[in-house]
C-alpha cells in the first residue's frame, strides 16, 4: 500500500544496489517484468515497437526489446536522442541487445501491434515539448496498443499532473511499489490497469525510505476498526450526533445522520433547530431528533459526554450564527467532522477555526472540503489540482492539515486523506456516480459514525472514503445520495470475509 516518491524508488533502488544486487540484475527484472505483462496483457501482439529514452528507462525497454525478439516478436527499437550518449546499465543494456536502433521519430510509429513507451518513466521533472512531444502525440494518434513502462511519458509520478504532452497507456508496468502518479489525476486516466512487479528490491528498504503517501486500503485502517461483537451493546458503539440546519434545509443532515447509523454508529441524534424538528421527525425512525435553541442550546445538548462524535456542516447555513455552533462543537472531548457549510462560514477568517481546532481536547477533528471549500480556507493552496504554492495534491493536503491541526479529506475523483502528522492516503476507488448531490453528505455521516466507534481521525476518514467508494461502485449506474447508505451492509460484508 506505500506508494513512492520518484525520489523515495531512487532511493529503494540505491538501498538495493548498496545490499548487493547490481544495477543492471534490477534492470534485467525489470525487462522481464514487462515481457511477462506482454504475454499477459497483449498475448497477440506480433510486432512491437519499443520506444527508448536517454535514461534507465530506455534500458528497460532494450532489455524487454531483447527477451520479446527472442520470442519471436518482430521487434523495433528507436531511440530518443542519440544512443551513444547512454550511460551506465541503460548502457549495458543497449549493448547487449545487439540489433539495429532507429531514430524515435513520427515516422517509426506506424506498423505495429503493441508499442512500449520506454521514454521517460517516473522521474520526469519538466514538460515535454519539442519533438519529443510530437513523437507523444504520433504514439497517442496511432491505433496500436501502448503499454507504458513504469508511467506513461509525460505524466508526473510524484503529482500525476501532464502539463505537456503525455502518452495515453492501454496498461502501465512499474515495479516494487506504485507512485502517486498512478493513482492522482490525470495520470491515473493515462495509466491503464496498473500491474506491480517485484524486480528483487528487499521490502526492508522501507523502514530506511519511511514513506508517508499510501494507497487509500483496507491494509492501511483495518486494525484499527472493531466491528460489533457477539457480547456488545449499541452502547459500546458510541452515540454521534449531526447538527440539522432550519426546516428548509434539512435532507443534507438526514443523508448524514442515516449514514452515521449504517457505518456503525450504537446510536445516532439528529440535533434540531425547534422550526425543523417536525420535518426531521417525520422522515426518521431509527435516528432519534433532539432539538437545540441556538450555540448555546447546541452546547447544553452535547455537554452530555455520551455524545462522543458530532457531524456539524451539511445544511447548516453560513449565516453569522454557524461559528457559533461550530465553537459549541468544538468545545468537550468528542470528535468532530466540519463540512460544508460549517468550513465556508471562516472563508473571511479561517485562522479562527484553527484557532478553534487548536483548543480542541477531544480525540481530533475532520474536515471533508470540496476544492471550492478547500480553496476558501486555503487560499494560497487553493486552485484546482496544483495550487498557487506549487505542489501536488497530497502536499496540499498535508500543508493543510499541519496548519489546520485537522484530517483533512480534499475530495474529488482522487480524494486525498491528509494527517497533521503528514500521513497521506490517496483513494482510488470512487466509480464517476458520486458526482452526485449529497453524496459529500453521506461522506460525512460515515466518518461521524466510525468516529463514534471511536476510530482515530485519520483511519476514520480513510475508511469512511474507500466506504463510501465502494459502496458507489456496489450500486452502480444511476446511484443517487440516498442509496449510499443501504449500499454499506454489502460493504460491511466484503470487508468481513461474509460477501456470497
Not at 536517454?54 to 531511440?79: F, K
Not at 476507488?429 to 476510530?455: C, E, F
Amino acid at each position: 500500500m506505500e506508494l513512492l516518491t520518484p525520489e523515495e524508488m531512487g532511493r529503494a533502488d540505491a538501498a538495493a544496489i548498496d545490499a548487493g544486487t547490481p544495477g543492471i540484475a534490477l534492470m534485467e527484472a525489470a525487462g522481464q517484468a514487462i515481457a511477462e505483462t506482454v504475454s499477459n496483457r497483449f498475448a497477440d501482439a506480433r510486432r512491437v515497437l519499443v520506444l527508448a529514452g536517454p535514461g534507465n528507462n530506455g534500458g528497460d525497454g532494450y532489455v524487454v526489446a531483447r527477451l520479446l525478439a527472442g520470442r519471436g516478436c518482430a521487434v523495433t527499437v528507436c531511440q530518443l536522442g542519440d544512443a551513444a550518449k547512454l550511460k551506465g546499465d541503460a548502457a549495458l543494456a543497449a549493448a547487449a541487445w545487439g540489433g539495429a536502433v532507429g531514430a524515435a521519430t513520427p515516422a517509426c510509429v506506424t506498423g505495429h501491434d503493441l508499442v512500449i513507451d520506454a521514454l521517460f518513466g517516473a522521474g520526469l521533472a519538466r514538460p515535454v515539448t519539442g519533438a519529443a512531444g510530437v513523437l507523444i502525440e504520433a504514439v497517442n494518434a496511432d491505433p496500436a496498443a501502448v503499454l507504458a513502462v513504469d508511467l506513461p511519458s509525460g505524466v508526473s509520478g510524484e503529482t500525476g499532473l501532464a502539463e505537456g504532452a503525455a502518452i495515453r497507456a492501454d496498461a502501465t508496468v512499474t515495479f516494487f511499489r506504485k507512485k502517486p502518479g498512478h493513482l492522482l489525476y490525470p495520470g491515473r486516466g493515462l495509466c491503464g490497469p496498473v500491474d506491480v512487479h517485484d524486480i528483487g528490491i528487499p521490502s526492508s528498504v522501507l523502514g530506511e525510505i519511511g514513506p508517508k503517501t499510501f494507497a487509500n486500503e483496507p491494509a492501511l485502517w483495518r486494525d484499527r476498526w472493531h466491528p460489533p461483537v457477539a457480547e456488545g451493546h449499541k452502547y459500546a458503539r458510541g452515540h454521534a450526533v449531526v447538527v440539522s440546519g432550519p426546516a428548509s434545509a434539512t435532507g443534507a443532515a438526514r443523508l448524514a445522520a442515516m449514514a452515521a447509523l449504517r457505518a456503525g454508529a450504537g446510536l445516532v441524534s439528529l440535533a434540531s433547530p425547534p422550526s425543523a424538528v417536525l420535518v426531521n421527525a417525520a422522515h426518521l425512525t431509527a435516528v432519534m431528533v433532539k432539538s437545540f435553541r441556538g450555540a448555546q442550546g447546541l452546547a447544553e445538548l452535547l455537554s452530555d459526554a455520551r455524545l462522543n462524535a458530532v457531524a456539524i456542516g451539511p445544511g447548516i447555513g453560513t449565516g453569522s450564527g454557524t461559528k457559533d455552533l461550530v465553537g459549541a462543537c468544538l468545545v468537550g472531548t468528542r470528535a468532530v467532522v466540519l463540512d460544508a457549510d460549517a468550513l465556508t462560514a471562516y472563508r473571511n477568517e479561517p485562522q479562527g477555526l484553527f484557532g478553534a481546532i487548536a483548543g480542541h481536547s477531544g480525540p481530533g477533528v475532520a474536515m471533508t472540503p470540496h476544492e471550492g471549500e478547500f480553496s476558501r480556507l486555503f487560499p494560497d493552496l487553493g486552485g484546482g489540482d496544483r495550487g498557487a504554492c506549487g505542489v501536488s495534491k497530497p502536499d496540499r493536503a498535508r500543508v493543510a492539515a499541519a496548519r489546520s491541526g485537522a484530517v483533512v479529506v480534499l475530495k474529488g475523483p482522487d480524494t486525498v486523506i491528509a494527517a497533521p502528522d503528514g500521513r497521506v492516503a490517496i483513494n482510488a476507488n470512487a466509480p464517476p456516480w458520486l458526482a452526485t448531490a449529497g453524496s459529500g453528505d453521506v461522506l460525512t455521516g460515515i466518518v461521524a459514525g466510525l468516529l463514534a466507534q471511536k476510530m482515530p481521525p485519520f483511519e476514520a476518514a480513510a475508511m469512511a472514503v474507500w466506504m463510501h467508494g465502494k459502496a458507489a461502485s456496489r450500486f452502480g449506474p444511476g446511484m443517487i445520495a440516498e442509496d449510499l447508505a443501504p449500499a454499506l451492509p454489502a460493504v460491511f460484508a466484503d470487508l468481513l470475509g461474509l460477501a456470497d
